[in-house]
């Protein structure tokens, strides 16, 4: 939950958000206060609007029927990736490694039911605009497409075409919420839904929706659809001339929340358990409850150490129990003296650790993206300045006069590196059958072409009753 929210009102809140478990769709509400008659004023609808956030946020717990939102990403990002693994290859976590997850996968299910009911808690928004103020009404409209935009593009992403609800639907309404709809359908609503967010939103927030992170998230949409380069481009160079800036030192990326670089993060507090996170301790040795996942491949750790200069030691370190391993250092919940980063908490599986989703230094390469316009090449000197102001804060002088898709693909991995980016760049830029097909047979994997999909969960097709489709291979 956002540092600032009432308690009382999102407990109130989840009376409507949490009433039924049928569908994550459209929850029906059975307390005696319901969408219709809780919003009456911009502080009430004002707390429906942090609590969207509070579903990507998730709740750290370990239990199975809890939603943990944006916790769960790097099991479906990064660990299909090049980039981690789990520390011992076992149970159903080790699915992602190896690319044989399945439709029963817990972690995949969670991630989509979070996901379609922070859509839920958007569309709850939308719908009661009509009590907001005129003042505030445009702000919280473009809060919510925003957020809605922001679900729709990671779901889209991970499953291809998925069921389109913009709307508030009743428990029956089967058909809209299983019947899958075409990706160009719901590319055309996130790009709608932020062109709106842009258009209403200033930059107050980081820990919310602000101008600058749906024109950040409108400039990757564009290029994810290989299409409106211009338009990236313009997007980046407003945002470029918005305030924004590299941290000098790369570890205050990370450990000095929401500084200059942050565009857009979801915050945490620590040693709260109702706003802090577990994902972190996961990442570590005999501390979360896991044995450890997302831990850093040898293949990753070689492009750190080959072109990562100084963000290599903030990136990476060496299990201390177990030496051949090794541990993302981005987001560690209990600190490393040697590396001059404090805890962030006192339990490390309630951390305080916030999630960055969108930074400047990402603009800055879709900068360089957008210039190139889907080109092998370029050599314009706009292009190299962006470049170069990523790598300078890494120590890389050395001067380019042009930059390939290669190189760009390359600095993104290492100045992103297990940031959650690496999976969808590697779609992006049209090398993820090449990379993760030779990746899969160097580590024992079995990937294929289907795997660049992860599976509808089999849970929701066998709710559906037919109307909701699988994806090939699964």
């Not at 001339?241 to 205050?252: H, I, R, V």
């Not at 916030?354 to 190139?372: F, G, P, S, T």
Request: charged residues 20%.
């Amino acid at each position: 939950m956002i540092k600032y929210i009432s308690k009382i009102a999102v407990l109130l809140l989840m009376v409507v958000f949490t009433a039924c478990e049928d569908t994550f769709l459209s929850p029906d509400p059975t307390g005696v206060i319901t969408s219709s008659n809780f919003f009456s004023d911009d502080t009430e609808l004002e707390a429906a609007i942090i609590n969207m956030y509070d579903g990507i946020q998730g709740v750290n717990s370990t239990s199975t029927s809890d939603n943990h939102g944006v916790m769960y990403e790097f099991y479906i990002t990064e660990m299909r990736s090049d980039n981690t693994q789990t520390k011992s290859s076992e149970g159903e976590d080790a699915q992602f490694e190896s690319f044989t997850v399945e439709a029963t996968n817990g972690r995949v299910a969670d991630y989509y039911d979070s996901y379609y009911n922070i859509i839920y808690r958007a569309n709850l928004v939308l719908e009661n605009l009509g009590v907001a103020s005129e003042d505030a009404k445009g702000a919280f409209e473009g809060e919510a497409k925003f957020v809605r935009a922001y679900a729709y593009f990671n779901l889209v992403r991970l499953f291809g075409d998925i069921p389109l609800v913009d709307k508030v639907i009743s428990p029956s309404d089967a058909e809209t919420a299983y019947t899958r709809v075409a990706t160009a359908t719901i590319y055309d609503l996130i790009e709608s839904d932020l062109q709106t967010a842009v258009a209403n939103l200033d930059n107050t927030y980081k820990g919310r929706a602000s101008k600058a992170a749906a024109q950040a998230l409108l400039a990757k949409v564009y290029l994810t659809q290989g299409e409106n380069y211009d338009l990236a481009q313009g997007l980046c160079e407003d945002v470029m001339s918005s305030g924004f800036a590299l941290e000098s030192n790369f570890k205050d990326v990370f450990y000095n929340e929401l500084n200059d670089e942050i565009i857009f993060a979801i915050e945490y507090i620590g040693d709260i358990v109702d706003d802090s996170q577990n994902f972190s301790a996961e990442w570590l040795n005999a501390v979360g409850r896991t044995s450890g996942v997302n831990y850093v491949t040898a293949d990753a750790r070689e492009a750190l150490d080959a072109m990562g200069g100084d963000r290599t030691m903030y990136s990476y370190r060496q299990d201390a129990l177990q030496t051949e391993k090794y541990q993302v250092v981005k987001y560690l919940p209990n600190g490393d003296s040697n590396l001059g980063i404090d805890p962030t908490s006192g339990d490390p599986q309630r951390a305080g650790n916030d999630w960055i989703v969108l930074r400047y230094a990402d603009v800055l390469l879709m900068h360089v993206e957008a210039i190139m316009a889907g080109t092998n090449e370029t050599s314009s000197s706009t292009a190299i300045s962006s470049f170069m102001e990523v790598r300078n804060r890494a120590g890389i002088t050395d001067m380019v006069s042009s930059i390939t898709k290669e190189e760009l693909l390359n600095e993104r991995r290492v100045e992103l590196a297990f940031e959650n980016h690496r999976f969808f760049d590697l779609v992006r830029f049209g090398m993820a059958q090449d990379i993760l097909s030779a990746f899969s047979a160097e580590t024992g994997g079995s990937f294929s072409s289907t795997d660049l999909l992860l599976p509808i969960p089999q849970r929701e097709i066998n709710l559906s009753n037919g109307l909701l489709t699988q994806n090939p291979g699964y």
